[in-house]
T-cell receptor
Framework: GDSVTQMEGPVTLSEEAFLTINCTYTATGYPSLFWYVQYPGEGLQLLLK?????DKGSNKGFEATYRKETTSFHLEKGSVQVSDSAVYFC???????????FGGGTRVLVKP | NAGVMQNPRHLVRRRGQEARLRCSPM?????VYWYRQLPEEGLKFMVYLQKENIIDESGMPKERFSAEFPKEGPSILRIQQVVRGDSAAYFC?????????????FGDGTRLSIL
């Protein structure tokens, strides 16, 4: 079946530092790829997505590019803020089955 | 414009009791998904329902767990004879259409603690 592997956290950064969270996936066919963010005590919120190879998803300063050749969808942000402290989840979706498969999540802590 | 509403937010049960978790999807959404998140882990898919139908329950344990999404009212995830290992956060999500056409919106979860 499909699977998603994320780098383990926690990732601790200073404000304005560069953030990268690695995500690789295993899936047949042409899945869509997502990043979700979970703030403390809340549910998941869609951060960005990409539906085909070489697509770049972006939102709130975060970016991720769908790399089919390396089966990766790494999340990046050039200058993080304390408010970016959260858990980030990478996920894959295939239309057959209509469900998301999530990675284990990466906790990010940004210190002032 | 209410989002996905889950209640209760926190639920405490003793071993052997029943736990009932409720989820009201966003207005107009007919697709509901339940996920379980164990401490410090990712979300694991449990079950996917449309109105009155279970479409995919491949992630739900065969025993003690059941889910429904009746024609009227919220979706219910029921856990009978709870055990310590059932302690987790349970998240519900809904979508207007299948996920290739519409995004999935999550509730804030129910945190179940088993004493």
């Amino acid at each position: 079946g499909d699977s998603v592997t994320q780098m383990e956290g926690p990732v601790t950064l200073s404000e304005e530092a560069f953030l990268t969270i690695n995500c690789t996936y295993t899936a047949t066919g042409y899945p869509s790829l997502f990043w979700y963010v979970q703030y403390p005590g809340e549910g998941l919120q869609l951060l960005l997505k990409a539906t085909k190879a070489d697509d770049k998803g972006s939102n709130k300063g975060f970016e991720a590019t769908y790399r089919k050749e390396t089966t990766s969808f790494h999340l990046e942000k050039g200058s993080v803020q304390v408010s970016d402290s959260a858990v980030y989840f990478c996920a894959v979706f295939k239309a057959a089955g209509n469900k998301l498969t999530f990675g284990g999540g990466t906790r990010v802590l940004v210190k002032p | 414009n209410a989002g996905v509403m889950q209640n209760p937010r926190h639920l405490v049960r003793r071993r052997g009791q029943e736990a009932r978790l409720r989820c009201s999807p966003m207005k107009g959404h007919s697709h509901v998904y339940w996920y379980r998140q164990l401490p410090e882990e990712g979300l694991k898919f449990m079950v996917y329902l449309q109105k009155e139908n279970i479409i995919d329950e491949s992630g739900m344990p065969k025993e003690r767990f059941s889910a429904e999404f009746p024609k009227e009212g919220p979706s219910i995830l029921r856990i009978q004879q709870v055990v310590r290992g059932d302690s987790a956060a349970y998240f519900c999500a809904s979508s207007l259409d299948t996920l290739d056409f519409s995004p999935q919106h999550f509730g804030d979860g129910t945190r179940l603690s088993i004493l």
